[in-house]
């Protein structure tokens, strides 16, 4: 039997001593909030103009956080797509999540999909679809192939849209998407996401064969449209599960007129992954911006519908920004800036992540958080807005409180992820104090490492053996970790 940072017990006393923060005006209306999750794939933490990016343009993201609240110090569930979405989806860390790392089922070139969710999972989607809430997922899934337990559909999802593979979702032109349990036919030719470039690397029509048609986000996004329209008169849970930016690097040409002083870089001819392009940073930047732009649509039709004043939109991203492949340059961008790290990597800029949270007329304005949050708090976070308990041990703490400026804020003992790649890997946050564990599957000990992330957020300086007292209370909260029921996943030995 596992020990959860939080029991149901202390959910509830915690729900109840912050009743006071919720306004006066929610609760007299008893009429439950929308809500929709912005996720972005493989978004970095300076990727954005409120977060410091200084050449991509994000004026809908920016001004989201200029009427709510920008959090500098929110994690992601894991490192990589497929365990950060299950810590998201199900509220625990991944010391008990039933997945813990990427795991593709089936052959590769297939999209069967990954490692799939169990049956009758207690997700964030089915505990607001049990509380009457409509609910909608549009995008990438990664939890569960066509066929599986996992799939949208049997885990809580009234509809899904979208790629059920996340290997299928490289590619942002294709044949076909998902639509709840059948294929719905795109237009687009059927190509691979994984080829190098035949023809001439200095002609730009030798990669026009990468695009297609009909591109994957704009759908997502005129799904969603639709969706608000259509259940405006309801309580409703959208869950836009966008893949911008991950690669391969493909964007419709109307997107990269915003980025021609970007447009002097070295084509891309699919040397190091993915497809080739003929202006790689063009067109990293204008995905970013598509990004924006759909997220500045749904935006606009909450206020056509007259519900923004009754939706709760979060923004966030699954996990840091890629490393250099497939085109992408995150020293370019400063993607990850300030933090050491990216994408498959535990340092905090592989899982702090851009975090915004607005709700206008309910939340104050242009605030800023630095509490230590995680994806394992939107499930309780959502549950108190919508007044719903909680029936599960989770591992996560509501953050409600920091929206209606309460003074007792919840706070967590700590933070834990692990990561079964790159040879294992254990993380943990403690107030300011990061540890780390690399390599654990050859030394089953682990080398700690130690920084204190109020003095050095770059992670530079490896404090370790100046505070043995912090070690051994770090030692104590990685062993509240479960066995994982995948064997492949169990390589720490406490």
């Known amino acids: 039997m596992r020990t959860p940072v939080l029991s149901l017990a202390l959910f509830i006393l915690c729900l109840a001593y912050n009743e006071d923060a919720i306004s006066q005006t929610h609760k007299k209306e008893n009429k439950r909030p929308n809500f929709i999750i912005l996720l972005a794939d493989d978004l970095g933490y300076g990727e954005t103009g409120c977060y410091g990016q200084k050449i991509i343009r994000t004026p809908h993201i920016d001004k989201l956080a200029d009427q709510g609240i ?32 990427n795991l593709e089922i089936g052959k590769w070139e297939e999209y069967l999909g990954q490692a799939p969710l169990e049956t009758n999972t207690f997700t964030l989607a089915r505990m607001l679809k049990q509380a009457g809430y ?22 809580g999802f009234d509809f899904f849209f979208g790629y059920l593979c996340q290997r299928h979702a490289h590619n942002h032109y294709p044949s076909y998407l998902w639509s709840n349990n059948k294929k719905f036919i795109t237009g687009n030719p059927d ?34 449209v639709h969706f608000i329209k259509s259940h405006k008169d309801s309580a409703f849970f959208l869950m836009m599960s966008y893949t911008l930016p991950h690669l391969a690097l493909q964007v419709p040409d109307s997107y990269l007129g915003k980025y021609s002083d970007l447009m002097n870089d070295k ?9 080739p392009v003929f202006y790689p940073h063009a067109t990293y930047a ?45 020293d370019f961008f400063r993607s990850n800036s300030p933090f050491r790290g990216g994408k498959g990597s535990l340092y905090e800029g592989g899982i702090r992540v851009p975090f915004i949270a607005s709700w206008p007329g309910k939340i104050k304005a242009n605030q800023v958080c630095s509490i230590p949050y995680a994806f394992w708090d939107i499930m309780p976070t959502l549950a108190q807005l919508a007044h719903i308990d909680i029936p599960h041990e989770i591992d996560g703490i509501s953050f409600a409180p920091v929206l209606f400026g309460a003074k007792n804020l919840p706070q967590h003992e700590f933070l834990y992820w692990e990561y079964s790649s790159k040879g ?9 104090w990061k540890a780390l564990r690399k390599d654990m599957i050859k030394e089953p000990m682990g080398k700690f490492e130690l920084y204190d992330l109020s003095r050095d957020p770059g992670e530079k300086i490896n404090v370790v053996n100046l505070h043995p007292e912090i070690i051994l209370k770090m030692k104590e909260y990685s062993r509240k970790r479960t066995p994982s029921t995948r064997p492949e996943w169990n390589f720490l030995h406490n």
């Open 286 to 330: 204008a995905m970013i911006s598509a990004l924006d732009e759909a997220t500045g649509i749904i935006l606009q039709a909450l206020a056509e519908n007259h519900l923004d004043s009754n939706t709760f939109v979060i923004f966030t991203s699954d996990n840091g920004a890629t490393f250099s492949q497939g085109g992408a340059d995150p």
């Open 424 to 432: 294992g890997n254990q993380a943990i946050r403690a107030g300011n």
């Open 191 to 224: 190509f691979s996401a994984q080829q190098k470039l035949s023809g001439n690397p200095a002609d730009p029509g030798a990669y026009k064969k990468y695009q297609g048609t009909s591109y994957a986000e704009e759908l997502f996004t005129e799904e969603a």
């Open 134 to 155: 409509k609910t909608a997922c549009l995008g990438k899934w990664g939890l569960g192939g066509p066929g599986s337990t996992g799939i949208p559909n049997e885990q």
């Open 267 to 275: 084509p891309y001819t699919g040397q190091m992954g993915y497809l």
């Open 70 to 101: 920008r959090f500098t110090d929110f994690y992601s569930g894991s490192t990589v797509c497929a365990p950060s979405r299950c810590c998201l989806a199900t509220g625990v860390n991944t010391g008990h999540a039933q997945i813990r790392d």
